[in-house]
């Protein structure tokens, strides 16, 4: 008599596609957030730099 026995392969290929999916998402949600506060920073530095 033979059991079946589930193949997982298809599965964990889907997982760490979602795991990097997320991972892609963190990063440019960080990204956007702190390019905006580099970029806030770097004009008031200029806005006070006599000419």
Do not use: D
Request: aromatic share 6%.
């Amino acid at each position: 008599m033979m059991l079946y026995l589930p193949r997982e392969e298809g599965q964990g290929l889907a997982e760490y596609g979602l795991i990097l999916v997320l991972i892609a998402v963190v990063i440019i949600v960080i990204l956007s957030l702190l390019g905006t506060q580099v970029s806030t920073m770097f004009s008031s530095i200029t806005s006070a730099i006599p000419v």
